[in-house]
């Protein structure tokens, strides 16, 4: 049985105090949250100064409203059509507002990869920002529904299929993927963060090498011969291959090109050890 407060009025009082306060930072902040490389070279932050905080305070805003409009709705009757009407305008409202700043903060993290590239953490936080708007659209059908108790279900599905898909689309192939083509336009490559992958990587890097500049290859032809050697130990002991593995890139990673650039990047390593 609902605790019933004192009467709906409070919660929507609750609910239109927030909704006006979250929609006042938007507008007076609007420039801040959706401004770019404008707002950049006027504050002087930095790119990760300018990416973090939106992810941070995103997680924090996105987390206690979800919290308010759970509570609010699990432990508020409404018994009358117009307050159930006014009710979920008011909660429609905070969810869109929300999303907006889940917008904005999706998008610094965008133009922090368009700067410096793509990483895992980058990857997860934008995707996680994606999980995000899903719970909250999930409790807003619930809650236009009249079915709240489908909400905690619902998220746990949804968290599960973020977790699969997240798992199926290969990351570090993305990765390898996004942060060449972003070479290709700029010049610019962490080929030393490339070559840490794992040998999900394997196959976008092998396609990849023939396009890279020597230095490049040199790092790169380092990291493909770590992943031959990790295979060959797979094979040697009767593991598992890579999910994300072609048989055929084994025979790729044998190239003479890619072996030469393995071992002058081994060279340069020792060489740099003795001194």
């Known amino acids: 049985m609902p605790l019933q407060l004192s009467g709906s009025t409070e919660a929507l009082t609750i609910l239109i105090v927030v909704d006006l306060l979250f929609g006042g930072f938007m507008l007076v902040q609007a420039a801040y949250l959706f401004g770019g490389l404008d707002t950049l070279e006027r504050s002087g932050m930095s790119y990760a100064t300018y990416a973090r905080r939106g992810f941070f305070e995103l997680l924090a805003v996105a987390i206690l409203a979800l919290g308010l409009l759970w509570g609010l709705a699990a432990f508020t009757i409404r018994t009358q059509r117009r307050e159930r009407i006014g009710f979920n305008i008011a909660c429609t409202l905070m969810i869109l507002l929300v999303l907006g700043l889940l917008a904005s903060a999706f998008q610094r993290m965008q133009l922090y990869e368009l700067a410096y590239g793509f990483t895992h953490l980058r990857i997860y936080t934008q995707s996680f920002m994606i999980l995000l708007a899903v719970v909250l659209l999930l409790f807003l059908v619930a809650l236009l529904r009249d079915r709240l108790r489908i909400f905690p279900l619902g998220s746990m599905v949804a968290a599960l299929i973020y977790l699969a898909v997240l798992n199926l689309a290969n990351p570090d192939a993305l990765i390898v993927r996004e942060n060449i083509a972003r070479?290709?336009?700029?010049?610019?490559?962490?080929?030393?963060?490339?070559?840490?992958?794992?040998?999900?990587?394997?196959?976008?890097?092998?396609?990849?090498?023939?396009?890279?500049?020597?230095?490049?290859?040199?790092?790169?032809?380092?990291?493909?011969?770590?992943?031959?050697?990790?295979?060959?130990?797979?094979?040697?002991?009767?593991?598992?291959?890579?999910?994300?593995?072609?048989?055929?890139?084994?025979?790729?990673?044998?190239?003479?090109?890619?072996?030469?650039?393995?071992?002058?990047?081994?060279?340069?390593?020792?060489?740099?050890?003795?001194?």
């Not at 060959?232 to 593995?245: C, E």
């Open 183 to 275: 070479y290709h336009a700029t010049g610019d490559l962490d080929a030393i963060y490339l070559a840490s992958l794992s040998t999900d990587a394997t196959i976008e890097l092998v396609a990849a090498f023939p396009a890279l500049g020597p230095a490049e290859q040199q790092i790169i032809g380092w990291g493909l011969q770590r992943h031959l050697h990790q295979m060959t130990q797979i094979d040697t002991s009767g593991g598992l291959p890579s999910r994300h593995l072609e048989p055929a890139a084994r025979g790729h990673l044998g190239k003479p090109s890619i072996i030469r650039a393995g071992y002058l990047a081994n060279r340069a390593v020792r060489h740099h050890g003795r001194r």
